[in-house]
C-alpha cells in the first residue's frame, strides 16, 4: 500500500514546523524557587556568617601582610568590595523570591484555616440548633417521676373513693399463668 499524503486535520492542532527554545527540566519556575529557598536558608545560618567572616578576613589579612608581589588586591581592596557587591546583588533577590515564596504557602494556609473555622462555626451553629429543638421537644415529654406522682395521684383517689385495687402479684404456688392474685 502506498502511503497516504498527510492532509491536515481540522479536529487535531497543527504541529509547529519552528522549535521553541525550552528551558532544562531541570531550570523550572519550581526548581528554581526551591534553590533560592535552600539559598536564604543557608544565607541565615552560622556557618554562612563565619564562613563569610573568615573568608574576608583571610582576605583582608593576605593583602595586607603578604609580599607585595603576592598581592592580587592593593589597599583599597576594590576587588573584595566589587566581590561583595556581587553577592549582595544576587542573595538579595534570591531572598525576596523565597519570602515571596513563603508568603504564598502562608496565605494558602491561612485560607484553608478560614475554610475549616467556617465549617468548624457552622457545625458548632447547627448542633445548638439541634441541642436546643431537643430541649425544647423534651420539655413537653412526660418524664418518669412525673408519669409515677400522676399514677400515686390517681391510686389515693381511687383510695378515696372506696374502689378496689387489684394489683398483679409474681405467680407463686407453682401458677406460671401469671394472672392476677385475688386481693385480700
Known amino acids: 500500500m502506498a502511503e497516504r499524503e498527510r492532509r491536515p486535520r481540522i479536529d487535531q492542532p497543527r504541529e509547529s514546523t519552528r522549535r521553541r527554545f525550552t528551558m532544562p527540566s ?5 526548581a528554581f524557587g526551591v534553590l533560592s529557598e535552600k539559598f536564604a536558608r543557608f544565607m541565615g545560618t552560622a556557618y554562612f556568617l563565619i564562613g563569610m567572616t573568615v573568608f574576608v578576613a583571610a582576605w583582608l589579612l593576605w593583602n595586607t601582610l603578604a609580599p607585595g608581589d603576592l598581592r592580587f588586591d592593593p589597599y583599597a581592596f576594590i576587588f573584595l568590595t566589587l566581590m561583595l557587591s556581587l553577592q549582595a546583588s544576587y542573595a538579595a533577590p534570591l531572598i525576596l523570591l523565597a519570602q515571596n515564596r513563603q ?4 496565605r494558602v494556609a491561612l485560607e484553608q484555616d478560614r475554610s475549616r473555622d467556617e465549617r468548624n462555626l457552622a457545625d458548632t451553629e447547627f448542633l445548638t440548633r439541634e441541642v436546643a429543638a431537643l430541649r425544647i421537644a423534651l420539655r413537653d415529654m412526660a418524664t418518669r417521676d ?9 391510686l389515693d383517689e381511687m383510695d378515696e373513693r372506696g374502689l378496689v385495687v387489684s394489683r398483679a402479684v409474681p405467680a407463686e404456688d407453682g401458677a406460671e399463668d401469671g394472672t392476677p392474685a385475688e386481693p385480700t
Open 26 to 30: 531541570a531550570f523550572t519556575e519550581e
Open 103 to 106: 508568603a504564598d504557602r502562608d
Open 146 to 154: 412525673f408519669v409515677r406522682s400522676e399514677l400515686r395521684d390517681l
